[in-house]
């Protein structure tokens, strides 16, 4: 199947979640959390799960990029506008995500204007910020000769690219190379505001004592690894549906495999030995949420979500034979990209749902008194539009601006 066939699918797709969205933002905004499913004891759910898995594939694209015009991996040079540019839509969902989880969304805005920086999740907002604005420069930097060279064109694209070029003319060889070289500067900056901004998501987690699944040292690095593995996984499906990554850029997306496939078993790693050490300890609290996990009432959120769809299925994808051909491992990097909502979702619920006192649930007769969470269908329809927004993105991303010619390595501006 050509790129030209994979297209349509990708815009239905995308024009579906956005349509079955509208009925989530709509009672979102009309009846506040009313029809939302979490609790007092499970205050945080889908959404704050979607936040984290999509923090996650902005930091693990970036990083990826970061081979490219940090480090001169040249394997992944043809990825390395497509990552950036997945990084830009993948904060964006990010933080529409917690966006809509808040009480008063209208109030989003003070956390800038009247910070507490003895406060983790006050650093982890202004490194959103930084993070942001350094991504969105290293991209128009890498964009900027291309958009004053397609300036010329006629319609609609030239009249984008002339605002989008912010009143650069300079198109010379010499103005590109110097582009590049502040591209480099401002990538390396990048690198540890990255790092900062999502390891310090999981150090948001691992800082609070009252919950023994979450106060972990390892959640930092944790954060980190599946980051990386799922923007990983995000980049070789991306890469298929714009450009062309089961035949023109198929070397690249086997590359991509190879990596994504390392990194998946160092995150599973690491994972398990979280739980090991948790159950060698035999410390009732310490064990609790690690037994939902495993055999509790979501126990298929791990055994098929995260386990058999995000592990198993992969890792015998990118290891037979079947791992040289780019289909394949694209497929293998959306079942990985499947798994990890499942991650995200076995951090944030068992978490919660461990009792700080024991028998408050069953205290209290009421639903919003529970530690049981299940999302509603407003949650679901709400994630989905989220989710149709951001593939959306991509494909006006992907017809409107210059791409990366991977056969030649230039640039091609459209026509």
């Known amino acids: 199947m050509s790129e030209r066939a994979l297209k349509p699918t990708f815009w239905v797709t995308g024009a579906l979640f956005l349509f079955l969205g509208i009925f989530g933002w709509y009672d979102r905004l009309a009846n506040g959390h009313q029809n939302v499913n979490y609790t007092t004891l499970v205050p945080w759910g889908l959404w704050i799960a979607g936040y984290i898995y999509f923090i996650g594939l902005s930091a693990g694209s970036f990083l990826i990029s970061s081979l490219v015009y940090v480090f001169h991996v040249r394997r992944f040079e043809s990825i390395g506008r497509l990552a950036l540019f997945s990084a830009v839509v993948t904060l964006l969902l990010a933080l529409l995500m917690v966006w809509a989880d808040l009480g008063h969304m209208e109030r989003a805005w003070e956390v800038l204007a009247y910070p507490n920086f003895r406060s983790p999740m006050a650093w982890m907002i ?64 990048g690198i540890p505001v990255a790092i900062m901004f999502h390891g310090g998501v999981g150090a948001l987690f691992g800082v609070v004592a009252a919950r023994p699944l979450w106060h972990s040292g390892n959640f930092p690095i944790l954060f980190l690894l599946s980051a990386l593995t799922s923007g990983g996984a995000l980049l070789t499906l991306i890469s298929a549906f714009f450009q062309d990554g089961w035949h023109r850029n198929r070397e690249t997306v086997l590359a991509l ?69 780019a289909r394949w491992v694209s497929f293998a990097g959306l079942l990985i990209m499947l798994g990890f909502l499942s991650v995200r979702l076995n951090i944030v619920v068992p978490g919660l749902a461990q009792e700080e006192v024991r028998g408050l649930a069953s205290a209290i007769a009421s639903a919003r008194v529970s530690n049981t969470y299940l999302p509603s269908a407003t949650e679901w329809l709400l994630a989905l539009g989220i989710a149709g927004f951001g593939l959306l993105l991509f494909g006006v991303g992907e017809l409107l601006l210059p791409r990366e010619n991977a056969a030649e390595g230039v640039a091609d501006v459209h026509a």
């Open 126 to 189: 202004w490194l959103y910020l930084a993070y942001f604005v350094l991504i969105l420069v290293e991209l128009w930097l890498l964009l900027r000769h291309d958009l004053v060279v397609g300036a010329d064109a006629p319609g609609f694209r030239g009249r984008l690219y002339r605002i989008l070029s912010f009143g650069s003319h300079d198109r010379s060889e010499a103005s590109a190379a110097r582009d590049m070289r502040i591209v480099r500067v401002v990538g390396t900056i």
């Open 257 to 325: 495999g190879r990596l994504v496939l390392g990194l998946l078993l160092l995150d599973l790693l690491f994972q398990f030995s979280e739980m090991l050490v948790a159950f060698y300890g035999a410390v009732p609290d310490a064990i609790w949420g690690f037994q939902q996990i495993l055999a509790g009432p979501y126990w298929y959120v791990f055994w098929i979500g995260q386990i058999l769809i995000g592990s198993l299925a992969p890792i015998v994808l990118l290891s037979l034979p079947i791992r040289r051909d």
